[in-house]
């Protein structure tokens, strides 16, 4: 059975500057709006569909980049002032780590979503 993930909806105080802020740390095209949606689509095709929701638990989303995507992706975190950790504890900000032979960095959304960018 080949089963692939298709999309997830992402609860959103405001569901334009969400998707836009997701959009532009990783490079990617935010919308157009679709139904009650806005939309980033990722490489392999999964659909980010940011929501606008009043009440909801801030999740955990980590996207696997290359290394230059990487390197291209912490300086825009970077030169918007992003405060970014070596890890999910939110411990050593500023830092990125180097598990599992990559390299990583944890962020957060403006809803409180902790956002993780691995390489391996």
Same mark, same amino acid.
Request: charged residues 20%.
């Given at each position: 059975?080949?089963?692939?993930?298709?999309?997830?909806?992402?609860?959103?105080?405001?569901? =334009? !500057?969400?998707?836009?802020?997701?959009?532009?740390?990783?490079?990617?095209?935010?919308?157009?709006? =679709? /139904?009650?949606?806005?939309?980033?689509?990722?490489?392999? /095709?999964?659909?980010?569909?940011?929501?606008?929701?009043?009440?909801?638990?801030?999740?955990?989303?980590?996207?696997?980049?290359?290394?230059?995507?990487?390197?291209? !992706?912490?300086?825009?975190?970077?030169?918007?002032?992003?405060?970014?950790?070596?890890?999910?504890?939110?411990?050593?900000?500023?830092?990125?780590?180097?598990?599992? /032979? /990559?390299?990583?960095?944890?962020?957060?959304?403006?809803?409180?979503?902790?956002?993780?960018?691995?390489?391996?």
């Amino acid at each position: 059975m080949s089963v692939e993930l298709n999309h997830t909806i992402i609860p959103a105080k405001d569901k =334009w !500057a969400s998707a836009k802020f997701l959009a532009d740390i990783l490079n990617l095209e935010a919308g157009p709006e =679709w /139904g009650h949606f806005v939309p980033v689509k990722t490489a392999n /095709g999964v659909t980010l569909d940011f929501a606008d929701s009043t009440d909801f638990h801030p999740r955990h989303f980590a996207f696997l980049v290359s290394e230059a995507e990487f390197d291209a !992706a912490l300086a825009r975190i970077r030169a918007a002032g992003v405060a970014h950790y070596a890890n999910f504890r939110r411990e050593r900000p500023g830092e990125i780590n180097h598990l599992y /032979g /990559g390299r990583g960095v944890y962020f957060d959304d403006p809803n409180g979503h902790l956002l993780e960018l691995i390489t391996q």
